[in-house]
């Protein structure tokens, strides 16, 4: 829950360098999220991907989970954004524009986008419009790992060996060559 709704639903002073700080961003990952699906380069898709996941890290740590943060960072911008440029580099994927790509194309890409994230947002707004989140102390890390190595080993498990196939997939394709 942002410090934002915290305070209003708890009457406390707002803080409003914090909410400011917040909302840049959070305007920053929008942009970055924007030009991640507008950008012709592969490359620059994928670095301004790595700002967008930045931006989801520093907004875990205003919420005070700096576990997350952390495997965020290590996770999602160390490990999987450079697996796909190594991925783009090893299948010599096109760099530029695709002439393939009609603007009629992407008109209707667009008006489905729009139509699927309106749908999505009723979804959500009707699903948890009265929920009231209560803020409980901090998690430890080994409460973190107590639950995924007990409660959730079988997801955990399942993710490894997914991993793993994908992992040989890409040795497989890349040595085809």
Not at 32 to 45: E, K, L, P
Not at 94 to 113: C, L, N, T, W
Not at 131 to 151: G, K, M, W
């Amino acid at each position: 829950m942002s410090t934002l709704i915290a305070a209003a639903s708890a009457d406390l002073d707002l803080y409003v360098a914090q909410n400011v700080f917040f909302g840049v961003i959070a305007a920053l990952m929008i942009y970055a999220a924007f030009r991640v699906v507008t950008t012709a380069n592969v490359v620059h898709a994928a670095l301004w991907l790595v700002v967008v996941l930045s931006g989801v890290a520093v907004q875990f740590i205003f919420l005070g989970a700096e576990f997350v943060a952390v495997t965020q960072v290590l996770v999602y911008i160390g490990a999987v954004v450079v697996l796909f440029l190594f991925g783009v580099m090893l299948t010599r994927a096109s760099m530029g524009a695709d002439e393939s790509v009609a603007s009629e194309k992407r008109a209707m890409a667009a008006i489905v986008g729009v139509l699927l994230f309106a749908v999505m947002a009723v979804s959500l707004i009707d699903t948890f419009e009265d929920t009231r989140l209560v803020i409980n102390e901090p998690q430890s890390t080994t409460a973190v790992s107590d639950s995924i190595f007990s409660q959730y080993i079988v997801p955990f498990e399942a993710v490894s060996v997914l991993l793993l196939a994908a992992l040989i997939g890409a040795i497989v394709v890349a040595r085809r060559d």
